[in-house]
């Protein structure tokens, strides 16, 4: 009635196996969790403005992705959000006159952080803090300055 | 008179089914406690219920990603929002068609089979027979079915999910030109791993629970006739479908209402 046990076997071994590599695929491909994996460094930044940032957000040198965003807090002295990134340890080459900017992917896409590499010889480190940074772009600040300048005119 | 004791009867009828199907869960949490040391018949209704429903689960998995790389698409192409399209399926798909969906499935195809496999049992006496050669029917017979379900359905969901967001990307690549990166960016970043992807396999771990529960206790309970076992069957779909789909409602609720 029953095939061998074997082939039994053999199949549910397959089912097995079938069923927990999706699950390593969404836990690896689709929630993008295993990208870290390998050790990382942190460096923090200042901004006036985070916009819609979030954590785990990417961060990006010309497109290519190079860390993540490891969590944004608000600076108790100053009032101003600091953003922690998670830069990977292959990427421990950027100097420590890169920039950083809040960038948006498309007219709505997600919020990203954008580095651009300085010129400087010495290099970021553990804990350093950028000193060179621009905010989110605010859609509604924007449109308030374009409506007072066209009042000014 | 009689249409009011109608209703009375029915009443009472469906209590003592309640009350009599939660006594069955803890002997069948009892009976899968015990069956764990029989490694070998767990695996055999692994093959019964997961392997089998295996092929079905795939397919339906690809063309449900593949019409919401279709639909979604079609709607966020007006808002030139079609970078999102990646977190689109994978969103709808990990946290409620996967589990949802492969759950319906599951009852369907696993679920019914093991009510007309138990009913036939229990109509062809082979369950007295064991009591007679005291062998416990519920820790030989409907143990190992408890645990081959419980662990087939999360890992069907699994492969339905994960099937899904290939079949999306089929679409929103193959079809509509999405570059590849921008596809799986946005799913890697707006899909978390704890509350999106763990969430989804919990649910899917309990609409197994409630799937077998039910599929086994149809079986256990049904009249010993061919009738009774037709319409144990059917029960067992129906029930096992509007209870997945309820649990879903409230499940979601408590994981993301908070």
Same mark, same amino acid.
């Given at each position: 009635?029953?095939?061998s046990n074997s082939v039994i076997e053999i199949w549910v071994g397959i089912f097995m196996l079938a069923g927990i590599a999706s699950l390593a695929m969404l836990a690896v491909q689709v929630s993008g969790s295993g990208f870290s994996s390998g050790e990382t460094y942190r460096i923090e930044a200042k901004f006036e403005n985070v *916009?819609?940032?979030?954590?785990?957000?990417p961060v990006m040198i010309g497109g290519v992705r190079v860390g993540r965003v490891g969590g944004i807090r608000i600076d108790p002295e100053e009032y101003v959000p600091v953003v922690s990134m998670d830069i990977e340890k292959r990427y421990d080459q950027l100097p420590d006159d890169t920039g950083a900017s809040i960038l948006t992917a498309g007219l709505l896409g997600a919020q990203f952080v954008g580095l651009s590499p300085g010129s400087s010889d010495i290099y970021l480190e553990e804990g350093d803090e950028l000193e060179f940074t621009q905010s989110a772009v605010q859609l509604e600040t924007l449109? *308030?300055?374009f409506l007072y300048s066209q009042d000014n005119q | 008179m009689d249409s009011i004791a109608r209703l009375g009867r029915y009443g009472i009828d469906f209590?003592?089914?309640l009350g009599e199907s939660v006594l069955f869960l803890v002997s069948a949490?009892?009976?899968a406690a015990a069956s764990l040391s029989r490694w070998g018949l767990i695996i055999e209704q692994i093959y019964a219920v997961g392997v089998l429903t295996m092929l079905i689960t795939i397919v339906s998995g690809l063309f449900v990603g593949m019409v919401?790389?279709?639909?979604g698409y079609y709607q966020l192409v007006n808002f030139s929002a079609e970078s999102s399209l990646g977190l689109v399926v994978a969103l709808s798909l990990v946290r409620e068609l996967g589990p949802v969906l492969s759950a319906l499935l599951f009852a369907g195809r696993a679920g019914s089979a093991l009510t007309a496999e138990i009913g036939l049992m229990k109509a062809t006496e082979q369950?007295?027979?064991?009591?007679m050669m005291a062998v416990d029917p519920v820790s030989r017979i409907i143990g190992p079915r408890f645990v081959a379900g419980i662990i087939s359905?999360?890992?069907l969901a699994a492969l339905f999910s994960a099937v899904g967001v290939l079949g999306g990307y089929l679409v929103g690549h193959g079809q509509f030109g999405i570059d590849q990166g921008v596809y799986w960016t946005s799913m890697q970043t707006g899909v978390d791993l704890v509350e999106d992807i763990l969430n989804g396999v919990i649910k899917s771990v309990v609409f197994g629970v409630i799937v077998v529960w039910i599929a086994l206790y149809e079986g256990y309970a049904s009249a010993p006739t061919s009738e009774g076992i037709s319409r144990a069957t059917t029960r067992t779909v129906v029930w096992s479908s509007l209870s997945v789909l309820g649990s879903d409602y409230m499940l979601t609720g408590l994981m993301y209402g908070g």
């Open positions: 009635m029953m095939r *916009g819609g940032l979030a954590s785990n957000a449109i *308030g300055q | 209590t003592f089914r949490i009892r009976g919401i790389g279709l639909q369950l007295a027979a064991m009591e359905m999360p890992l």
